[in-house]
């Protein structure tokens, strides 16, 4: 009896110290839009519910929503950034705000005609297999502010993420576009349920890592062109063996299925599950089940690096945090797609079927990691999506080491589906600078920043590179451009500096490199702060953690000034210690961890404030 009390009132103090936080930050978050309202592009008047909090390893970003009447405005969220001594470094625009003008939020044309409507408008056909349909205040391309029916369809027959606008009074369409997210704009080219257990077990698989052009490093053609799905002796040999480490068995079958990602069938063609009774799916590629098991390997892993290696949440929020794609999808087009209603990703099969090519396959995953790290309002603007994609895609191929820097396969994204006669590809080498080379197309313009991500890549690491690229995109809203999003990720790499590795040399680099891309970047300090094995000998810092006074013992000479810096390198205080006033007060800190810096010597010691 006495156990349960103690663990009630465990559970209790924790629920309460997180709502406590939670509200903390809330209560500052809220301070901050009231007074830089103008920098942020709203009006004191607004009003934003707060929608969701993330701690990530750079602090923690809280994320709150525009509303009229309790009615969300389209793209109208945003965010605000707290390094880990709770302090805002940084926070989103939006941009629609200051357009918003008066509108009747009390709909007259009704949800169930709404939804006929979006269907007919966008040519729907065949099952549906994922519906939205919910009020916003939008602003339309001429500036109108609606109140409309936002309807979002997926089906069977009619690729694609269809979002609908119809006005919620008139009845009118305002809107019909395809919210997918594309690994390439061409115009594509044709080619019983009851509940069993089920248990983890492991197989093996024959993929292709990333392509087989990398892996026998040989150009486009002779026997290593697409051919209509056929194999021969070449292409098998370019396969490689690998674990698959988690996949499920139930019912006597092993299906492709882990905690992470599961195959499934959403869009034509059907060509089903590709279940078996061995666990080792050793296909050639022009089995069906080649480009099922080469997508579910290459994005189970990458879902694996970033949750377990990294240690970043990212996850479906639908289906138990499972992500479901269709290897074979787009009814056999010449593309591949993210679809951000239901979380799903699905893969052409045109030319080299795309579910072949591990860049098309972590490309789209790309578009779904921007997606849940930013609290699903991930943007398109300026090609920042596409070019988040090509460097999720780059950044995992690069590490693979296949080409010389010199050769110009170590810059293309999509070597095998694309750079052929199928489509062109693209590159991280490229030469265009923001603003002034962006083109309004967001497939080229999203090179701009995927090579700059690269060119960080190369000089301070994948892993490294990484995490800014993650914690920067999960501060940004769902109108961020390439500008904002460089800030960002320079500014998580701040907030990380003194942790995973992170250097005020790391900082510079980034800074350097953004700027080389055109990119505009604040300011910034990062004390460059070390600790020598001397000072560590002759000095102590007690207690550690603390929570109001800490004392400074070492030989002091004189008088000296102690300076206490936050983790990125900012100064926060200073004072003079000596061996009769070696006391400082941190009660006035937040929780966080610090640097203690003796002004004039190489002492310098870390230190947690509680």
Known sequence: MNLKITCLAATFALTFSTMYGQNKLESKARSWIAGNSNKIGVTPQDYFEFQSSRKSLSGETLRFQQTI????????????????????????????????????????????????????????AGEITHQENNLYVFVTDAGETKLVHRVVINAYDTPGDWEVMVDAHSGDVIRVLDVANYHHKDKPRKKSKEKTAEVKAAGTAYIFDPDPLSKAHVSYGGDYVDNNDATNASLDAARSLVTLPDITFSNGVYSLKSKYVQVADFESPSTGLFTQASPDFLFNRNDQGFEAVNAFYHLDRSMAYINETLGINCKSTLNGGVLLFDPHGLSGDDNSHFIPSSQRLAFGEGCV????????????????????????????????????GDYWAMSYSRSLNQWASNEPQYNWMFSWDGHNECWSGRITNYTKKYPGGLTGTIHTDGQIWATALMRIYNRIGKEKTDRIFL???????????????AIAARQAALDMVGTYGFTCGDVAIITEEFAASGYTLPTYQCTILAVSDVAKNSVSVYPNPVTDNLTVSMNFKKAETAEIYSLEGRKISEQSVSDNANVINVSGLSKGVYLLKIKGTDMVQKFIKK
Do not use: C, R
């Open 353 to 388: 079927d795309d579910a072949e090519d591990a860049d098309v396959v972590l490309h789209e995953f790309g578009h779904a990691v921007h997606y849940w790290v930013t609290g699903l309002k991930s943007s398109s603007s300026q090609g920042l999506g596409e070019g988040s």
């Open 69 to 124: 009447n309790g009615i969300p405005v389209y793209e109208g969220d945003l965010a605000i950034h707290f390094n880990k001594n709770e302090e805002i470094t940084y926070a989103t625009e939006i941009s629609v705000s200051k357009k918003l003008k008066q509108v009747d939020t009390n709909p007259t044309f009704s949800k169930e005609n709404a939804f006929e409507k979006a269907k007919a408008a966008a040519k729907i």
């Open 471 to 485: 914690e920067g995109l999960s501060m940004t809203n769902s109108s961020s451009n390439q500008q904002t999003a």
